[in-house]
């Protein structure tokens, strides 16, 4: 039961989407549309209008999804794994890394040409996390320290980042990624979905088989190896998949902050803290925020198109906000 809602909620999500633009489309448009296309069902409809809902709105509609309910993935994964709510891929630098990848593969020509965007922005994350994890061990190993790590660790990458553009960046380009690093799904085609669906899905799947593990390792990795988990694999699983979903996200889309942060921590008052209920709880909840981000910065302003990462920091900053004064009151 729960499962069709949730369905039926996405479907609606991905049709406002769809529909709510800069320019608004009746209903029976884009019905229309979307029957020619999966049906030829042969519809009056105007090329231009066809070319707005299929080539633009549909696939930006489907990689805002993927990308809310991958970017609320990890944060639910990070959140369990070092046992601390305010865990997510921005604040822990793994965003910021990817975000120095993808600007040295495009920028500074990292690889020579032999390696992609996406496969920068995996390998800048992947970096980000390991340097973060090697300070905040080397600080004491507690949840504070690798917050505090990841913060150092976000301003480190963000610093690179603008090195790299000030340093071999036209003034166009500079607008550009500046633009990209925002949060920008003008750009996305549907070749961007048949790398984000995926890399959600692998994401999403990887989350509902260590479900009850993430339980566990909420109670510490002591207790999860007492209950016979494979500890290292299993974190050696979970984060990869945490890295290559920032990563491919943050490679498509820019750094959009606070999904993986506030999403997942409200979906724990609506479902309960166990992650069988959590999971899928978290990513449906990411996909249809972003989505709803997105639709809003295509119309709050008339005429611009805001980028979506502002859009999330304005809900998101008021939700981190409330995070911490519910951890204060807490016992």
């Known amino acids: 039961m729960w499962g069709v809602t949730g369905m039926a909620v996405l479907f609606a999500a991905i049709f406002a989407g769809v529909m709510i633009g800069e320019t608004p489309l009746p209903p029976r448009m884009v019905l229309a549309v979307f029957a020619n296309r999966l049906w030829d069902a042969g519809h009056l409809v105007d090329p231009i209008d066809a070319g707005i809902i299929w080539s633009y709105r549909l696939p930006r509609t489907l990689v805002a999804a993927a990308c809310g309910a991958g970017l609320a993935l990890s944060g639910v994964v990070l959140q369990a794994l070092v046992r601390n709510a ?21 920028i500074l020509g990292l690889g ?12 800048g994350a992947a970096l980000a996390f390991l340097l973060v994890a090697a300070l905040a061990r080397a600080a004491g190993g507690g949840s504070a320290q690798l917050i505090l790590a990841g913060i150092a660790g976000s301003q480190l990458f963000n610093a690179l980042t603008s090195f790299f553009i000030a340093k071999s960046a036209n003034a166009e380009q500079a607008r550009g990624i500046i633009f990209w690093l925002l949060g920008n799904l003008s750009g996305v085609r549907w070749p961007d979905v048949s790398l984000a669906l995926p890399a959600a899905a692998i994401g999403l799947l990887a989350c509902f088989w260590f479900a009850r ?30 890295t290559l979903m920032t990563a491919i996200m943050v490679s498509i889309v820019g750094s959009i ?3 993986g942060l506030v999403v997942p921590h409200a979906m724990r008052f609506i479902v309960g803290p166990r992650h069988g209920r959590l999971v ?16 809003v910065s295509r119309i709050l302003i008339p005429g611009q198109v ?3 990462g502002v859009v999330t920091a304005l809900v998101g900053a008021p939700g981190f906000a409330l995070i911490l004064l519910h951890n204060r009151r807490r016992p």
């Open 112 to 123: 020579g040409g032999l390696i992609g965007i996406s496969a920068g922005a995996f390998g």
């Open 306 to 308: 805001v980028p979506i």
């Open 280 to 295: 899928p709880a978290s990513a449906l909840a990411g996909a249809v925020f972003l989505i709803a981000a997105d639709v």
């Open 257 to 259: 902050g606070f999904v």
């Open 213 to 242: 593990a993430m339980d566990a390792f909420s109670f510490g990795t002591s207790s999860a190896a007492s209950l016979g988990i494979a500890v290292r694999p299993v974190q050696a699983v979970l984060i990869g998949a945490t």
């Open 86 to 106: 305010l865990a997510d891929p921005y604040l822990l630098g793994v965003s910021a890394g990817a975000g120095t990848g993808a600007v040295a593969v495009s």
